[in-house]
C-alpha cells in the first residue's frame, strides 16, 4: 500500500506545473510599490482610484498592475466586453495613457 501511495505521489509532484515567474514577480513590485509609497515616492492606490473611478462611469474596475521601474500604475476596467488600461502617473497622479473605449 506505502508503495502505491510512492508512486502516486511522485507521478502528482511530477506532474504539478512549476511556479510561476509572474507571482514572484507581482510580489516583488508589490514590495516595490510598498517601499515607493513609504519613501513618498508615489501616491497611495487608494488616491489614485479616487481620482481615475469617478471619469470611468458605466465600466467595471478589475483592478490595477503597478510598473516600479516606471512609478506608473495601470487600472484595468471593463465596458461593454471591452477592456480599458488607463496610465496613471504614480507621483502626480495624473492620466498619461489610456486604451479602449
Given amino acids: 500500500m506505502s508503495m502505491i501511495v510512492t508512486v502516486l505521489l511522485?507521478?502528482?509532484?511530477?506532474?504539478?506545473?512549476?511556479?510561476?515567474a509572474g507571482v514572484w514577480l507581482q510580489h516583488v513590485d508589490q514590495r516595490e510599490a510598498w517601499r515607493a509609497r513609504r519613501e513618498g515616492r508615489i501616491l497611495p492606490i487608494r488616491e489614485?482610484?479616487?481620482?481615475v473611478l469617478p471619469t470611468m462611469r458605466g465600466s467595471q474596475y478589475l483592478g490595477f498592475d503597478f510598473d516600479a521601474d516606471r512609478g506608473i500604475y495601470t487600472l484595468k476596467f471593463l465596458r461593454d466586453g471591452t477592456v480599458i488600461w488607463v496610465?496613471?502617473?504614480g507621483r502626480t497622479g495624473q492620466i498619461i495613457g489610456r486604451t479602449g473605449n
Fill in 87 to 89: 496610465e496613471v502617473d
Fill in 48 to 51: 489614485i482610484e479616487g481620482r
Fill in 10 to 20: 511522485g507521478l502528482a509532484t511530477a506532474t504539478a506545473p512549476p511556479p510561476l
